[in-house]
Nanobody, 118 residues
Framework: QVQLAESGGGSVQAGGSLRLSCAAS????????MGWFRQAPGKEREGVAG????????YYADSVKGRYTISKDSVKNTLYLQMNSLKPEDSAMYYC???????????WGQGTQVTVSS
């Protein structure tokens, strides 16, 4: 059974940093696609950053390029999202997700809240 558990969210002031972690069990990161998504109240969920093709390629939303960095630790089987220069508009629930062998984001964590105050 696949389980993804996010941690590291919190409240910070604009310009601050946070590092999100996503620990996986029953699933090996680097096998398929994996990534981070976020959803703010009243808005659609959006992809923030991700690894594709077994971790060879990365994706970043335009809104976070240059500020966010996705990484993974294969030994710890953990996915990370380093978020710097945070802005109030980055406030959202952040989710970790991983793909099945079909290439769809089939597995999701419960989310961790990020709140950035101005």
């Amino acid at each position: 059974q696949v389980q993804l558990a996010e941690s590291g969210g919190g409240s910070v002031q604009a310009g601050g940093s946070l590092r999100l972690s996503c620990a996986a069990s029953g699933y090996t990161f680097s096998t398929y696609c994996m990534g981070w998504f976020r959803q703010a109240p009243g808005k659609e969920r959006e992809g923030v950053a991700g690894f594709y093709f077994g971790g060879i390629r990365t994706y970043y939303a335009d809104s976070v390029k240059g500020r966010y960095t996705i990484s993974k630790d294969s030994v710890k089987n953990t996915l990370y999202l380093q978020m710097n220069s945070l802005k109030p508009e980055d406030s959202a629930m952040y989710y970790c997700a991983a793909c099945s062998s079909k290439g769809d984001y089939a597995y999701w964590g419960q989310g961790t809240q990020v709140t950035v105050s101005s």
